[in-house]
């Protein structure tokens, strides 16, 4: 009888790829694949189920162990036999995990993803695997199974990070930056748009960094216009720009290219010069301001994406405030605001920093303004029509993304139509908003082109 593996993916895009081919590996060696990576824990049954860590912030390492003790109760119960841990939480604490949690049966840190196969056989054989290859060795080049919708996927140009940002421990657990070869990035977007994928969401740690490493210089630029050939594909997102590596060559090739989406994550942590610089950030609060100001200009109709950290080192009322007001002027559409949790093993830690609660309390101050930035936002768009992406039916009505909503972060357009096929494209005019999410119907019926 074939085995029944599952597989559930926590943490960032970057980690859902790696769990994507590791399913691929899995289904390789014939292992039946447990659909979804969703299911509801109490009612998962498998004969082994494969764990994608996140281990970077307090709450990623919380939600790890968490989700590793209910399937650990699902053990006991008989629902599944065999428990593999892999990923960040296992890369960084692989001298205790085996030790403190014992219902594990495989270990497999960042750099042996490649050795599932191995693990799972181990582990259903009744013996222990621990499996922690070299992390900061070249990224494989491993197919995948997508576990997003069929319309879109991600697409990791690079490993690790060599930023060194006081604050985090990325580079210690995904090791060194490494660029895939260009070649390597084409040929998989080819793939991945001839299998019906029409969206790709560009990721890195570092995205700005690609091809530093290999070949000497910055080649972002050069990667976009190659994936823009790409008949199949109707849009290329891009995540995790650096501010400081966003140059005037790679502002003119996202204007110019209509594939390429007037959305850009570009993560800048706080505005405070003083904060800037006790993180280890390269540039300063007024060259993200004039960074902001010129895609703006150059870009019109741009959304932005960013993450804000409250109580970092340094961080006072007046240097807090300065991040509120920047905020309150530059209007930022997207943001993600998290409380700062000190690390251990990071320079930060060893510093001063606010306590936990007014860090909190600095965080809730933010959400409020962003939450507001964000429905007038969405007020502003009433009346405009534009591109969605169907993605499925909540039940009351029919939801997609446009350019201005990236996938499992940003929410939906809510909108009605007859025939709606999931992976079309559909003019949706915007009407109004329902639970604070643009509402609208398709203009006309027909769809665009898919």
């Known amino acids: ?171 210690d657990i995904r090791g060194r930056f490494r660029s895939r070869p260009l070649e390597n990035v084409v040929q998989e977007a080819r793939e991945l748009a001839q299998r019906g994928v029409r969206e790709l969401i560009v990721v890195a740690q570092d995205t700005t960094r690609y091809g530093l490493d290999l070949y000497g210089k910055r080649r972002l630029p050069e990667l976009l216009e190659q994936l823009v050939k790409i008949n199949e594909l109707r849009w290329i997102r891009l995540h995790y720009l650096y501010p400081h590596e966003v140059d005037d060559r790679l502002i003119e090739v996202i204007a110019n290219n209509e594939k390429i989406l007037n959305y850009l994550d570009i993560p800048i942590q706080h505005i405070s010069d003083t904060v800037l610089r006790k993180m280890g950030r390269r540039g300063s609060g007024a060259e993200i301001r004039a960074l902001l100001k010129r895609l703006r200009e150059k870009i019109p109709g741009l959304v932005l994406r960013t993450s804000l950290i409250t109580g970092l080192p340094g961080e006072g009322e007046a240097e807090f405030r300065e991040l509120y007001d920047f905020l309150k002027e530059a209007r930022i559409e997207r943001a993600g605001v998290f409380a700062y949790s000190p690390e251990e093993g990071t320079p930060a830690s060893l510093m001063e920093y606010p306590d936990h609660e007014t860090a909190c309390q600095r965080a809730e101050a933010l959400m409020a303004l962003q939450s507001d930035i964000m429905d007038r936002f969405n007020e502003s768009r009433i009346g405009a029509v534009t591109t969605v992406l169907a993605e499925g039916f909540d039940g009351a009505h029919y939801v997609g993304r446009s350019f201005a909503e990236s996938p499992e972060i940003d929410g939906m357009i809510r909108f009605t139509g007859r025939d709606i096929r999931p992976g079309a494209f559909y003019e949706v005019e915007i009407k109004g908003t329902y639970d604070g999410e643009p509402l609208g119907s398709v203009k006309g019926n027909p769809p665009a082109r898919k």
């Open 1 to 171: 009888m074939t085995s029944k593996i599952g597989l559930i993916s926590l943490g960032c895009a970057k980690n859902r790829v790696n769990s994507e081919q590791m399913l691929y590996l899995l289904r390789e060696a014939g292992y039946e694949i447990q659909s979804g990576d969703d299911a509801a824990l109490e009612t998962y049954e498998a004969d082994a189920v494969v764990v994608n860590t996140c281990g970077f912030i307090e709450s990623a390492k919380t939600e790890a162990i968490d989700t590793i003790l209910e399937l650990a109760e699902a053990k006991k119960s008989g629902r599944i036999k065999k428990i593999i841990v892999a990923g960040c939480l296992a890369e960084r604490y692989k001298d205790e995990i085996l030790s403190e949690l014992p219902e594990i049966d495989a270990v497999l840190g960042v750099g042996s993803y490649s050795e599932i196969v191995a693990a799972v056989k181990s582990a259903l054989d009744g013996k222990a695997y621990a499996g922690f290859g070299d992390k900061n060795a070249p990224e494989p080049e491993t197919k995948r199974i997508l576990s997003t919708s069929q319309a879109w996927a991600y697409l990791k140009i690079a490993e690790g990070c060599d930023n060194r940002c006081a604050y985090c421990v990325i580079p």
